[in-house]
């Protein structure tokens, strides 16, 4: 991307919110689509091929197989830059949910949908860089505002994906999301990212004139001492093991819950379509969750916003517990908003948890490294859950386990915000 730009003129809208709001339209359709809508291919999936309900769970699962290689992550991002890496990502995507529509043979759909899961965090690993290049005081909000579109895009595009199955096939579906991904997420990108930061039109970050916040220096491209930490400097610090293992608790019950949802609800003694209308109020509240999160973010002290995100997922897991002994329309209402709520924030809390506590290490190696922690425990979180099921019989007990999980989560987190930053002690 040039950085010769002409003069900016000085009224008009802060071209960091377009490109934002491209990153909005971008994971409404590459998460939206391309996780919450694949949801839906498991019925016809099933039908048209005779597979097991494992077989085709699987195919949804597979999204999250190559997140290892977000390890290498922030050395990606440095070597190509946020640009290549998102139209990457999208593009990889698009192309792979298309090719799904002509393959007819398991091994070959779990190879596309790992290569789609591949896409899929190249794009996700630039967002919290690109939301710096552009914003310091509403970092928090913006993260919020582009991680909301994944929700929205999944609350908007699930309807319309199930009525294409309905009335054409699934193999028209996946052909829909494909040309959807290139046309509405795709060149939004391109257009917004011919311009690469603020300082290529003569601004500071936010806007402000330059040299008026002090952070004029752009994220990564800067030469500021703080931000050229890397992956090693991340994982010699014992703050970031702390905040790993707060990640993996956490995460456990989050993906523990989210994966069993539909079942446990049906367990207490609701039907199908109840269950569904769960699933859709707690999407809709996530979407809620991670724009208020960020709004919260840059107005609220990181403590208070990481207490609130652990209370809603031990309220949100205990609400189920509840309804498991008895039955109440209450408790699985309390359920969808504090586990919905939960969703949407809890991303942005920790990314900007790593952020405050590395302010040395670039946001690059910061997010893709802590991002891997995440994928890798809701993963494996939806078979553990499974695992104590199968072992106690019960999702009450199961239930039980998920909220010690979760309370163990905010003891941990706890410990770690009251840790000196990596940078002073190394210093």
Request: glycine fraction near 12%.
């Amino acid at each position: 991307m040039t950085n010769a730009i002409a003069q900016p003129r000085a009224s008009g809208l802060y071209h960091g919110w377009k490109v934002l709001i491209a990153l909005f339209l971008a994971g409404f359709f590459v998460y939206g689509g391309g996780l919450y809508c694949f949801v839906l291919f498991v019925t016809p999936l099933t039908t048209e091929f005779g597979w097991s309900r494992a077989s085709t769970g699987g195919i949804v699962s597979a999204f999250w197989l190559s997140f290892p290689l977000l390890l290498v992550g922030g050395y990606a991002i440095r070597r190509f830059g946020v640009t290549r890496m998102l139209a990457a990502g999208i593009t990889i995507e698009a192309v792979c949910v298309i090719a799904l529509a002509s393959v007819s043979t398991l091994p070959q759909m779990y190879l596309l949908r790992g290569a789609m899961g591949f896409g899929k965090i190249l794009f996700a690993a630039c967002i919290p860089v690109t939301c710096a290049r552009w914003f310091s005081r509403h970092f928090g909000l913006a993260l919020g505002i582009a991680w909301a579109g994944w929700h929205i895009g999944g609350m908007v595009l699930a309807p319309i994906t199930g009525a294409i199955i309905a009335h054409a096939s699934w193999r028209t579906a996946c052909v829909s999301l494909g040309f959807a991904l290139l046309v509405l997420a795709l060149l939004p990108i391109l257009w917004a990212q011919r311009i690469d930061s603020p300082a290529a039109l003569g601004l500071g970050l936010d806007g402000d004139p330059l040299g008026q916040t002090g952070s004029e220096a752009q994220a990564d491209n800067a030469p500021d001492p703080r931000v050229t930490g890397t992956l090693p400097d991340l994982l010699r610090a014992p703050t970031f093991w702390l905040i790993a293992l707060a990640t993996l608790f956490f995460y456990t019950t989050y993906g523990g819950v989210l994966a069993h949802e539909g079942a446990i609800v049906e367990a207490a003694g609701y039907s199908a379509t109840a269950s569904s209308l769960v699933l859709s109020l707690t999407t809709g509240f996530a979407a809620l969750g991670s724009a208020a999160s960020g709004w919260m973010l840059d107005h609220w002290s990181l403590r208070r916003v990481g207490l609130l995100m652990h209370v809603l997922l031990i309220a949100g897991t205990a609400a189920l517990f509840v309804v498991m002994g008895s039955p109440s329309l209450t408790a699985l209402v309390i359920y969808g908003v504090a586990f919905g709520l939960m969703i949407g924030g809890s991303d942005v809390f920790f990314v900007a948890f790593v952020r405050d506590r590395f302010p040395h290490v670039g946001v690059g190696f910061q997010y893709s490294t802590w991002y891997c922690v995440e994928l890798g425990t809701l993963l494996v979180s939806p078979v553990i859950a499974g695992h104590i099921f199968d072992v106690v019989g019960n999702y009450r007990t199961t239930l039980g386990a998920l909220v010690a999980c979760a309370v163990a989560a905010l003891a941990l987190t706890g410990l770690a915000l009251t840790t000196r930053r990596p940078a002073l002690e190394a210093a």
